[in-house]
């Protein structure tokens, strides 16, 4: 990306759920619904959304969710910003800590969190991982936290 293309990638809320759907799977993430989805937001390059993140918000318990970048985008530091605006979105909204159902466990200790036992107190079900047919053959998920 040259630096006039850099110039035309920007970091927005979205409402673009489907097009999150869409990137998400080609990312290689399982389908699922949007429950409990309180903001996204999306990196756009263009008219294209090239990264997007989610928070969920249940019971108490903040968590990241769909979070993709696009290949070809990825080592550019979006999946950080993206988390960043996220993290920042849940400290908006009273949260101390905040959750993830890791595929990528270490990129989000770089970011400062840590793998916490599956039945911690307050944490986000793992119970849908143990059904999606990636699990234990592509997908090794760890479950992670955060402290805001």
Not at 58 to 81: C, H, I, N, P, Y
Not at 102 to 109: C, G, I, N
Request: with cysteine; aromatic share 8%.
């Amino acid at each position: 990306m040259t630096g006039q293309d850099s110039e035309s990638l920007t970091l927005r809320k979205t409402n673009d759920f489907e097009g999150i759907r869409a990137l998400s799977v080609r990312s290689g993430l399982e389908d699922g619904p949007f429950q409990n989805v309180v903001e996204a937001y999306g990196f756009f390059f263009h008219d294209e959304l090239v990264g997007c993140a989610t928070l969920k918000i249940d019971r108490q318990a903040f968590s990241v969710e769909w979070l993709a970048v696009k290949d070809g985008m990825r080592l550019r530091g979006l999946g950080t910003q993206l988390v960043e605006a996220i993290e920042n979105e849940a400290r908006k909204r009273g949260a101390n800590r905040i959750w993830a159902l890791a595929r990528a466990p270490a990129f989000f200790q770089k970011m400062g969190f840590s793998k916490t036992r599956e039945d911690a107190l307050g944490r986000p079900p793992m119970a849908s991982c143990r059904t999606c047919r990636q699990y234990g053959k592509t997908c090794h998920p760890e479950m992670m936290v955060k402290s805001l």
